[in-house]
């Protein structure tokens, strides 16, 4: 470690707390050190189990039960979406602009392309009470 690097650490460790304290969210250890794993670089998708063992890599002492809570704490707030794959089978995105995805079902990698590509029409009137709130697409691909 170089001089220097510590604050810079340190200036990250803030600036992630502060993000999930205007989410709503406590800054625990946890929180922070999976909030960095997930939005350190650019924007992904990463399943609950791959999420643990970065953690595990990074030296992050953290369940996975830990993570899918924390996960799911993070959609809840706003700072990831959920993508439901399969039933079962859930992907979170960082990407928060309006998208859709590919699912290469061989692979199970999941591909962005922009909402803007694609027109939905026909859409059923909301139930009495409810509006809509957002559209996920997956299309598969092999």
């Known amino acids: 470690m170089e001089a220097g690097d510590s604050d810079i650490d340190a200036r990250r460790h803030w600036d992630m707390s502060a993000q999930l304290r205007r989410a709503g969210l406590r800054p625990t250890r946890q929180r922070v050190g999976l ?54 089978r859930a992907c979170f995105d960082t990407n928060l602009s309006p998208h859709h995805h590919f699912h290469d079902v061989g692979t199970n990698e999941l591909i962005d392309f922009e909402a803007a590509s694609v027109a939905i029409t ?18 598969r691909v092999r």
């Open 35 to 88: 909030a960095r794993l997930l939005f350190a670089g650019p924007d992904r998708h990463v399943r609950a189990e791959e999420l643990s063992r970065e953690a595990r890599a990074a030296g992050l002492r953290v369940s996975l039960a830990t993570v899918y809570n924390t996960l799911h704490q993070f959609v809840d707030a706003g700072l990831l979406r959920r993508v439901d794959v399969e039933p079962g």
């Open 122 to 139: 026909g859409l059923p009137e909301a139930p009495d009470g409810k509006t809509v709130t957002h559209i996920d697409l997956v299309v």
